[in-house]
């Protein structure tokens, strides 16, 4: 197969990511940024409480990702059973016009 790279791939049309990385996403998103910059939706999982060691919390991906995407709202969300409050949810980001 040889040595490729993702951002040397052709892609027609509208590309979607999806990630869910384990409180990698702010590592991801740096990595792949060529990548990212080329899709019309991402949905990125996105933490507000800490669950893993330094991991980025939805402020942090906002951050990152408020330039080029809009945050349109989320699927999946998930709350803590212990007190209610939002645990993470799945983000739903769409590029700007």
Known sequence: MGNWRIKDLVIEGDLLIKMDVQGFEDKVIGGGIDTIKRASI????????TLYADQPLFEDIY????????????????RSQIDGNMLY?????IRKE
């Open 42 to 49: 991402l949905i990125v999982e996105t933490s507000f409480q």
């Open 63 to 78: 951050d990152l990702l408020k330039e080029d995407f809009r945050y349109m709202g989320a699927i999946n969300q998930n």
């Open 89 to 93: 949810e799945d983000s739903i980001f």
